[in-house]
């Protein structure tokens, strides 16, 4: 069901079946002669079910597309939607990544690095192959047409500005509406739900950029946040602040659980406090354990990177301890 929350501006939630996320927001600016969807959901039946229905119902036949980020959730359906007339939008670093996803190279060497900091090869084939970012991405290669800090989309009387806001992927994209306040976040701010920041290829450190990113949001007048998943926002400024505690409490929780061990992020992963309904490490999924690992190796690299822990390899593995 589609719900209109302003002249033009429309939304669906779509399903993410057997994802604690449970759904993704869609939105449609439908204007005289172009819609433009902002992100698809995840490459399968469900999802596009979902979107169809929408199409549907807004009587939309043709559309253009904006991808927020790289993640299959918000991109996995890009190419199914868009017709031989549409122009499917994304910043140029996640548009390459999400390229690269299509093959099998991508996920080799994303399981190399999870390698690096302690995560266990699955027993059978690549712990790559249970991840959902592979299992419902996009099945070819997409011509994307890129987009820049600044640019403006104008669609069903909305300009809608590029903000470059890297942290939960490198190269997460928001779009501004400024003449209304209001922002169209992708993952990068949610609601009760607070956005993973994980360890990815070519990026050293993600939580630091994501802090910076926020900042960048912070100085803008934001009365409006359109989020992709979880429960609204009445307050973005509020919001982030709340954000910059968690990731602080967050820092200082690693520091403590390191004491005066040198450890890997795994092992600090499974140490670590986790708003899941298991009773332990053990029981933990393995999709949220991988999830968990990545968020503690952002945020070793986070503290190693502003000089409060050291790192060393040995046998192929990063471990971390307080200076």
């Known amino acids: 069901m589609v719900t209109k929350l302003a002249e033009n501006l429309y939304t669906t939630q779509v399903p993410l079946p057997d994802n604690p996320l449970r759904y993704i927001n869609v939105y449609f600016i439908k204007g005289d002669e172009r819609t433009l969807v902002i992100d698809t959901g995840f490459n399968r039946p469900e999802c596009e079910n979902a979107i169809q229905a929408a199409f549907d119902e807004l009587g939309v036949k043709d559309a253009d597309i904006f991808v927020t980020h790289l993640h299959s959730d918000h991109c996995g359906l890009a190419a199914r939607f868009a017709s031989r007339n549409s122009t499917i939008y994304t910043g140029e670093i996640d548009g390459e990544y999400i390229n690269f996803e299509v093959g099998d190279l991508y996920w080799r060497w994303l399981e190399i690095l999870f390698d690096k900091h302690g995560f266990p090869r699955a027993k059978e084939g690549r712990n790559t192959d249970y991840h959902p970012g592979k ?85 803008l007048e934001v009365d409006h946040l359109m989020t992709t998943h979880g429960t609204p926002v009445d307050d973005v400024h509020e919001r982030i602040h709340e954000l910059y505690k968690h990731h602080t409490a967050r820092a200082a929780e690693v520091v403590n659980l390191l004491g005066d061990k040198s450890k890997h992020a795994y092992e600090v992963a499974a140490d670590m406090t986790w708003e899941i309904d298991c009773r332990n490490w053990d029981e933990f999924p393995m999709a949220q354990k991988w999830f968990a690992t990545g968020e503690a190796a952002s945020h070793l690299q986070y503290l190693m990177y502003e000089g409060k822990l050291e790192r060393e390899e040995r046998d192929g593995v990063y471990y971390y301890r307080n200076k």
């Open 135 to 219: 299992q419902y991405s996009l099945d070819k290669r997409v011509d994307f047409t890129y987009v820049a800090e600044g640019d403006v989309l104008e669609y069903g009387g909305y300009k809608l500005k590029a903000i470059m806001t890297p942290g939960h992927t490198p190269g997460h994209m928001c779009l501004y509406d400024e003449e209304n306040k209001r922002l169209f976040s992708g993952d990068h701010i949610l609601g009760t739900i607070t956005p993973n920041i994980t360890i990815e290829l070519g990026v050293e450190n993600p939580l630091g950029d994501y802090l910076k990113s926020l900042d960048k949001i912070d100085q």
